[in-house]
């Protein structure tokens, strides 16, 4: 494929990506690019395969059909040791922290298990990371099941975020959160994209935290990418399924 001179190389690639469940398909020859220093955001329904796309990413899950390539190389499900997935930090939907580790361990873990970072700097940083998203070394020496919801969710995100990785994925970031936390964690994930370079890939609900996060915006619907471009021309997008996701998120 030409690229112009000056344009971002590609980080990610989804190549037809098929993936079903039983006699339901999902993903129906899926074809994304995430490009490397920027931030993609991907919308859709529920159910429409937003997640599944970030797991056929991370391993977790392995495409019947087509591939996920990260820096031009096919990523192995289940391969820990994968060099593509080594790069991800990664914010689940349901923020997955083990119940029973302090929730400064859980932010810490990968510093600690695969980083081999010495435990009390491990620590120092969890408790940076946490303080990033506003919340105190008190909530690090909390148990998960003694947060919030929201309290788990920025816990979830500074486990993300941690080890500055490469690449971050993070899968509705800011659902149920309150709207001045979801901007504090919006402009994190922006940060991190501006400062860090990394390539970050969103999956959001939130017309608000779209417009924020986003360099590039993806509409998945019914297994394939609908629609994609630059944020900045979402506005004059005539894709009617694209128009009626973002107006219908104006009023709330
Ligand atoms: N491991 C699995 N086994 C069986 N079906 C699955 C599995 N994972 C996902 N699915 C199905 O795949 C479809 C897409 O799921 P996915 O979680 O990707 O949706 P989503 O777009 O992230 O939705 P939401 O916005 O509600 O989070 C759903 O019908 C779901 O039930
Ligand atoms: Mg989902």
Redesign the pocket.
């Known amino acids: 494929m030409s690229q112009a001179p000056n344009s971002p190389a590609t980080k990610i690639r989804w190549s037809n990506v098929c993936?079903r469940?039983?006699d339901?398909t999902?993903l129906n020859g899926l074809n994304l690019e995430a490009k490397e220093g920027r931030s993609l955001v991907v919308i859709?329904?529920?159910?429409?395969?937003?997640?599944?796309?970030?797991?056929c990413a991370l391993g977790l899950?392995a495409p019947d059909k087509g591939r996920v390539e990260i820096d031009g190389k096919a990523v192995k499900a289940g391969r820990h040791d994968d060099p593509g997935i080594a790069q991800i930090g990664m914010l689940f939907?349901s923020g997955a922290l083990f119940d029973s580790l302090p929730v400064w361990e859980n932010v810490a873990f990968r510093l600690i298990q695969h980083d081999k970072v010495k435990r009390s700097d491990a620590k120092a940083r969890a408790i940076a990371a946490l303080g990033q998203v506003e919340l105190g070394a008190d909530a690090g020496e909390k148990f998960p099941n003694e947060l919030s919801g929201g309290m788990l969710k920025r816990a979830a995100l500074a486990r993300a975020i941690v080890s500055k990785p490469k690449i971050l994925f993070f899968?509705?970031p800011t659902t149920g959160l309150d709207p001045i936390t979801a901007d504090v964690i919006n402009h994190l994930i922006r940060q991190q994209v501006s400062e860090l370079g990394a390539t970050a890939v969103s999956?959001t609900?939130d017309m608000a935290s779209m417009r924020v996060i986003a360099d590039d915006v993806a509409m998945?619907d019914q297994g394939e990418i609908r629609w994609q471009g630059e944020l900045s021309t979402i506005d004059a997008c005539e894709n009617e399924r694209v128009r009626a996701f973002i107006t219908a998120g104006q009023h709330g």
């Not at 329904?45 to 970030?54: C, F, H, N, R, Y």
Request: aromatic share 4%; proline share 0%; no cysteine.
């Open positions: 993936k469940f039983g339901k999902v859709g329904g529920s159910g429409t395969g937003k997640s599944v796309l970030l797991k899950l939907q899968d509705e999956i609900h998945i």
